[in-house]
Structures are given as C-alpha cells and as structure tokens.
C-alpha cells in the first residue's frame, strides 16, 4: 500500500548541490581535501561525487586538479527565469551606468536573497562586483528589506526582531529599503521591490562605496528601471 510519508531526501543529490555551494562560496579553486572536509566526508565520497559533477560540466579541474565550478552551470543559469532575466538586463545596465553603481536583480529563495543578475557600471573607476548567484540571508541587507516589504507584517520570518520589523514597515512607505554595513563589511545598498504576479518576491538594487547620488535618487533611478520590467512583462 503506497505510503502518505514524505520520501526521505537524497544524500547523494544533497551533498552534490552542496558541493556546488562551497565551490560558488569560495570563489576560488579547491583541492579535493579541502572539499572533503567542507563537505564532513571522507575523501574518497567527495572524490565520487566530483567526477559526477565532472562528467556533466557541473564543476572542470584544472591541470594541478584543484576544482572550480564548471561552465555547464552558466548555462543552466540562464534558463533561471529567462524572461525576467532577458527584460531585466537592459535595465539593469542602463541604471549602472546612470548612477555609476553596480546595479542587480535579487530574488527571494526560501529564506535567501539571491542574485539572478548583475551589471557593473561602463565608465566608473571602482565598482563592486555583485556576482550572479551570490546569497544572503533575507533578513539582512537593502534587497532583504525590500523583498520583505512584499509581505504583509503578518507574514515576516519567525523570529524577526522589532528593528527588522520597522525597517520593513519604512521600506514600505517610502518605497525603498537602505543599508550600510550589513551583508559585506563598508559597503553600502539601496533597493526597491519588483513585485511580478506569480513570481517569488524580488527587488532591484544598487552597492556601492560612496556615490554622488542621495539614497531617494538612486531609488527613483531603480524604480523607473523596476516600472519598466514591469511593464515588459505584463506585470
């Protein structure tokens, strides 16, 4: 008699995606010991498991056979929401090179915020890199705010603190969330929601250093790009 009982997950398939996470964390070549220990497996397990993700471009050695993610995943990251991702790139690099800040399109996954795409300004002397596929906690960082602006107060993770609360409920009515200090250590980020029927909570956003623009300025620039999406889409 079939069971109502969730299947249990895969171990294999977890501590493959695992894997693909410490790679995309490191942002570096790893040596299979330092995947084993990551991972909390023997050597012998992590070798396995990365001649898989080998086999179908997930993750390439190079000549000294230190591992780094594979070219296969760009592709498979393009399929990721392709036409938010097609519509949201022209704007994204028109509003970098506006505000001379790297500009990105953030999504919420679970409790994450995650970068789906990302453009550096043309002409600016420093930028910083926000690379696809970054991630953050939702309840940290301008995008958070924003996505989470989304959401009715009722709705907010358990366990989020009265700060996270008001900043949220300010992010709201004024229609653009701010932080400084809070996903990376002196960098700065403002962000407005991408609300799109039938899509998980987005946001769009800036990071930068410093910038010759106000914070209201920079979201006015970021909702003119976010209307335009909209729009786009049918939204």
Do not use: W
């Amino acid at each position: 008699m079939p069971s109502n009982a969730a299947a249990p997950p895969s171990q294999t398939l977890s501590r493959g995606i695992r894997i693909l996470e410490i790679l995309a964390d490191a942002r570096a070549t790893l040596s299979i010991d330092e995947v084993s220990e990551s991972l909390g497996v023997h050597r012998s397990v992590a070798y396995r498991l990365v001649r898989t993700l080998e086999d179908h471009g997930l993750v390439r050695r190079d000549g000294t056979g230190r591992i780094a993610l594979g070219s296969r995943l760009a592709a498979l990251a393009a399929g990721v929401a392709h036409d938010l991702q097609a519509e949201a790139l022209p704007e994204l690099t028109s509003a970098a090179n506006d505000l001379g800040a790297t500009c990105f399109l953030s999504v919420l996954d679970h409790d994450e915020c995650v970068t789906l795409a990302s453009v550096e300004p043309r002409h600016a002397v420093a930028s910083v890199a926000q690379r696809p596929g970054s991630r953050h906690p939702v309840t940290v960082g301008a995008p958070g705010k924003a996505i989470l602006a989304e959401r009715t107060a009722a709705a907010l993770p358990d366990g989020t603190s009265e700060a996270l609360r008001a900043a949220v409920a300010e992010t709201r009515a004024r229609g653009y969330a701010t932080s400084h200090d809070e996903v990376i250590p002196s960098l700065r980020s403002v962000a407005v929601p991408l609300a799109l029927p039938g899509r998980e909570p987005a946001a769009l956003a800036v990071v930068f250093l410093t910038s010759t623009h106000t914070d209201a300025a920079i979201a006015a620039r970021l909702e003119r790009a976010a209307s335009a999406i909209r729009t786009a889409l049918g939204a």
